[in-house]
Nanobody, 118 residues
Framework: QVQLVESGGGLVQAGGSLTLSCAAS????????MGWYRQVPGKQRELVAT???????NYADSVKGRFTISRDSAKNTVYLQMNSLKPEDTAVYYC????????????WGQGTQVTVSS
């Protein structure tokens, strides 16, 4: 079992920046994919950014050029750097880990709230 714990959410003005962190209880190198999703009330959870073990990244069109996903394997932590934030980025952001070792299951953090004021 692997636990994922997010931190770094908060309130920021439009145009500002935040960095989210996702700390894993075990080696993130063993994940096939890690990433970030977000969800607002009444809507489905949506992909924000993912990064595969080999380093391939994928971003939602709405965040391309503004958000960057990265990892620090030594710290077992994945980051989401968010720049030029917009009010529509307001959501609960969830850390995701897919396929850890031989376990094909999905792992989720508890979520962290990001609120962007206009």
């Amino acid at each position: 079992q692997v636990q994922l714990v997010e931190s770094g959410g908060g309130l920021v003005q439009a145009g500002g920046s935040l960095t989210l962190s996702c700390a894993a209880s075990r080696s993130i190198f063993n994940f096939n994919t890690m990433g970030w999703y977000r969800q607002v009330p009444g809507k489905q959870r949506e992909l924000v950014a993912t990064r595969t073990r080999s380093g391939s990244t994928n971003y939602a069109d709405s965040v391309k050029g503004r958000f960057t996903i990265s990892r620090d394997s030594a710290k077992n932590t994945v980051y989401l750097q968010m720049n030029s934030l917009k009010p529509e980025d307001t959501a609960v952001y969830y850390c995701y880990g897919g396929g850890w070792g031989t376990n094909p299951g999905d792992y989720w953090g508890q979520g962290t709230q990001v609120t962007v004021s206009s």
